[in-house]
């Protein structure tokens, strides 16, 4: 697991970046720390106080030389890990619990980023189908791959020493500010009626009088539709704000 030093007593955050430019994505192997040897995107601590997307970048800087535009870093998951680190006598010796937070900047084809060895990490270029697992922390295979499809995750990691003892991710639903990325413009009506119906199916919004299996739904069930949907997001808005992000307030 990814023990990072910090204040004992208030639950810390790690911030690590995914930075993937189209089937490659950027790995540093540690030169030294409590990971030395061991391969991760780039991870660092975020300071008391400090917003998880500015730390991305400052940490990208620091271990990796390169810089990122922060309005391109997306925010996928947030993992708590929960430690316990056995004492010499093999005895329950402490405990360290802390959020990370998994962050992917997607590198447009514009961009050129060259990573650069520093005191810290010898980051490399990656090809995504071999990423190299056995010598990175044990809860990275767990998570990594939902991430680089596109997922957004929750989870949890119990560890005993470096064994997973237990483990529990799951998804987070998709909202509509995620769907209007499919669609032209930001225009949900621009959508196929078929992935608007999908959509309120998997949230469970029933449309009054609307059949899902009409072939060819009466004038203005798209509308409808829309207007349903809108109004669930709407109501669970601070809900699902709660459950992602609650734990980095």
Same mark, same amino acid.
């Given at each position: 697991?990814?023990?990072?030093? %910090?204040?004992?007593?208030? +639950? ?5 970046? *995914? =930075?993937?430019? #189209? ?9 030294? %720390?409590?990971?030395?040897? +061991? ?5 660092? *601590? =975020?300071?008391? #106080?400090?917003d998880p997307i500015e730390a991305s970048c400052r940490i990208a800087k620091e271990i ?87 997922k957004s995750l929750r989870g949890i990691f119990s560890f005993e020493g470096e064994k ?86």
């Amino acid at each position: 697991n990814k023990k990072m030093a %910090g204040t004992t007593g208030i +639950r810390n955050i790690v911030s690590q970046v *995914l =930075v993937m430019h #189209g089937n490659r994505i950027i790995l540093g192997r540690w030169k030294s %720390g409590e990971l030395a040897g +061991r391969k991760t995107a780039l991870l660092g *601590l =975020v300071d008391r #106080g400090e917003d998880p997307i500015e730390a991305s970048c400052r940490i990208a800087k620091e271990i990796a030389n390169i810089d990122l535009d922060p309005s391109k870093l997306v925010r996928k998951a947030i993992l708590t890990m929960d430690s316990t680190y056995p004492d010499q006598e093999g005895k329950e010796g402490f405990e360290e619990i802390y959020d990370e937070h998994e962050l992917v900047y997607d590198a447009g084809p514009e961009e050129t980023i060259q990573p650069e060895e520093t005191e810290s990490m010898e980051p490399r270029w990656v090809d995504i189908d071999r990423i190299p697992y056995a010598e990175m922390p044990r809860d990275d295979e767990f998570w990594y791959p939902a991430v680089i499809e596109g997922k957004s995750l929750r989870g949890i990691f119990s560890f005993e020493g470096e064994k997973i003892v237990h483990k529990h991710i799951w998804e987070v639903p998709r909202i509509l500010d995620d769907i209007y990325e499919d669609a032209a413009d930001g225009d949900l009506a621009k959508l196929k009626i078929e992935d608007l119906k999908y959509l309120a199916e998997c949230i469970g919004v029933k449309i009054p009088g609307v059949s899902w299996k009409k072939v060819a739904p009466p004038r203005g069930v798209k509308a409808n539709i829309i207007r349903a949907l809108q109004d669930w997001d709407a109501k669970h808005q601070r809900w699902r704000d709660q459950w992602f992000y609650g734990v980095s307030k």
